[in-house]
Nanobody, 126 residues
């Protein structure tokens, strides 16, 4: 699967961005999907995920209440709405898919989102 994230940019603290993720080679609709991020000098970390059905979501603690993951099945697209952005949110953001064996799974362990493509840079200034 080829994943392409877009929608990043530079904003001031408190601002908002909406990231989008499209895929080719495999439909996103059959899988839980996630967002990861990687700040300079840091390891890639889990940010959020949405179940295959879209009925449940889960987030890392630091973004709860500020970020919202969603999916549009007809458009085969996953989004990450980011509000109240903080400088510590600065990173390259990647959408991520799990391994094929997770097809139709509502929950994928954060560490098992192993496929990601080109990311999009998010920079938040104070």
């Amino acid at each position: 699967v080829q994943l392409q994230a877009s929608g990043g940019g530079s904003v001031q603290a408190g601002g908002s961005l909406r990231l989008s993720c499209k895929a080719s080679g495999r439909t996103l609709n059959d899988y839980a999907m996630g967002w990861l991020r990687q700040a300079p000098g840091e390891e890639r970390e889990f940010v959020a995920a949405i179940s295959w059905s879209g009925g449940s979501t889960y987030y890392r603690d630091s973004v709860k209440g500020r970020f919202t993951i969603s999916r549009d099945r007809p458009k085969n697209t996953v989004y990450l709405q980011m509000n109240s952005l903080r400088p510590e949110d600065t990173a390259v953001y990647y959408c991520a898919a799990p391994a094929p064996e997770y097809v139709y799974s509502d929950y994928v362990p954060p560490a098992d989102f192993g496929s990601w493509g080109q990311g999009t840079q998010v920079t938040v200034s104070s």
